[in-house]
């Protein structure tokens, strides 16, 4: 085989090597963007009815009231008065945020995005506070499992647990609270959203759809390898 011959044979190798590099490189990356996304649809659809499947029931707050001495709260007149500063909000802005397009019509289209936002925000903080109550909640209720059962063998607990347990009771007690109360204010934003805008609110979900033109260059570009 003559010099010539081996150069182009080397070369293409080499060649070839470096586009196995450059797909296995790229083919790494991939992986990872499918995982994102991926984790982004399994991403829990956050909504009022969530968040109050976490909180405590109203016997359940009436004791925890009652029994820890914790301020209570009138749910009703909660949801009430954030309704309404909700609306003085929303009525504040509509001036600016509606406008009226050529035709004469009137595109609210704008003040529907922002109410949509501020709304999606009241339910997201409940919800994580009803998250967070949830987890405390379960934490206190392991750490006075552990105390009943240790407490036969010693009566004041094992490394202050006694303490430990109450205190954990105590907070997850406040934090019950402080999810109810936010429950209660969300809900007041979501009337206030309905009243504004005629249709109940509904959690914002990003499509992750790609169109027929879409896929088609995505294939070709997967072809050509970039």
Do not use: C
């Not at 249709?199 to 997967?222: C, F, H, L, V």
Request: charged residues 25%.
């Amino acid at each position: 085989m003559s010099n010539a011959t081996n150069t182009m044979t080397a070369a293409l190798a080499s060649a070839q090597e470096k586009k196995a590099a450059s797909k296995a490189k790229a083919g790494q990356k991939a992986p990872a963007a499918r995982r994102f996304e991926e984790a982004a649809r399994r991403a829990p659809v956050i909504t009022i009815e969530a968040a109050e499947a976490l909180i405590p029931v109203p016997d359940q707050i009436t004791k925890i009231v009652s029994h820890f001495g914790l301020e209570d709260f009138d749910a009703d007149a909660l949801a009430e008065t954030t309704r309404q500063a909700f609306t003085v909000i929303a009525r504040s802005l509509s001036p600016v945020l509606v406008v009226t397009t050529w035709n004469g019509e009137q595109n609210d289209k704008g003040l529907e995005m922002h109410l949509q936002r501020m709304a999606g925000a009241a339910v997201a903080s409940a919800f994580g506070a009803a998250q967070f109550y949830d987890a405390k909640r379960a934490q206190a209720r392991e750490l006075s499992s552990q105390f009943n059962e240790y407490r036969e063998e010693d009566r004041m607990g094992v490394d202050g647990l006694e303490n430990r347990a109450a205190n954990a009771r105590r907070f997850a007690a406040e934090q019950g609270i402080k999810a109810a109360a936010l429950v209660a204010s969300a809900r007041g934003a979501l009337a206030a959203y309905e009243d504004m805008i005629g249709t109940p609110w509904k959690p914002y979900t990003a499509s992750n759809a790609r169109t027929i033109d879409q896929r088609a260059a995505a294939a070709e570009m997967d072809a050509l390898g970039f």
